[in-house]
């Protein structure tokens, strides 16, 4: 492989591990914080770029798609909170697995009323189109280092938000004891409420970016799914920094596997999850 070819290929990892890190960010939130296991993430995810494509097609701007997902899919995470979600919050893992089974098919079923079954693409606007030359001999995609640009300011604003404002302290404080944050006054069922909404947010706005690099189609949800949960446990339950190491590694050991070892490719991220879950069982920086 030349450097030209090792360059192109590494961007795309990072790329790719940016992206991921977006939609797993969602899910560390739910599963990790809550303690909800969502199995319904990918299908947020699809959502969001069928929602994406939607309303770029009706009024022809990205930037109100890409609104528009983000704002349609927290409303709904609202809603879907208020009236399961809650109840779920402390029971068993079953009950919590079989919901989210249902709200997968629900979602399945509505996206095909609603958008059919169809393959659809989604344009970026017009700036972000074609390639820059990063070297002399080195050219890249416009659109690819804005989101990665986009992913990185995202993940900017999260940490920020979960590390340095109260929101996020008594968010970190629910978790560790959710009873005593009660018993302080305040009021963790509302707070409760917008983390699940932001992490299905999340979830689809992860889609609706990534639908001008992909194609968007029914099931589009379901790969991302298992890396998102992947991700959490190699970076560790409950980890926003562990998820975001965790998911560059998955997505340059994805990217440069398909390149050097394409026979074994598709085991290569689950050797690595092995090999760090031998290493430090509760992930990278999961506690013990």
Known sequence: MDAITFAVQLLNGVQYGLVLFLVASGLTLVFGILGVINLAHGAFYMLGAYLAWAISAYTGS?????????????????ALEEIFVKRM????????????FGLILVIDEVRQI???????????????????????????PV????????????AAVIFYV????RLGMVIRAGAENRDMTRAL??????????????GIALAALGGSLVAPVSTVFPGMGDGMLILSFVVVVLGGIGSV??????????????????VF?????????????????????????GKA
């Open 143 to 154: 659109y690819r280092l804005a989101l990665c640009v986009a992913c990185l300011v995202l």
């Open 62 to 78: 990205f930037a109100l798609a890409i609104v528009g997902s983000l704002v349609i899919s927290f409303l709904l995470g609202i």
């Open 241 to 258: 920094a562990g998820a975001a190491i965790g998911a560059l590694l998955i997505g340059l050991t994805d990217t440069f596997g398909k």
């Open 261 to 285: 070892f394409p026979q074994i490719s598709s085991i290569l991220i689950y050797v690595l999850m092995a090999g760090v879950l031998l290493w430090r069982p509760n992930g990278l920086l």
């Open 114 to 140: 609603v958008f059919g079954k169809d393959v659809h693409s989604v344009m970026p606007p017009e700036w972000l189109r074609g390639s820059i030359q990063l070297t002399e001999v080195l050219s890249y």
């Open 162 to 165: 979960i590390q340095k404002t």
């Open 185 to 198: 006054g305040i009021p963790f069922d509302v707070v409760n409420r917008y983390v699940f909404a932001g």
């Open 89 to 100: 919050i402390g029971r068993d893992h079953l009950a919590q697995v079989l919901l989210s």
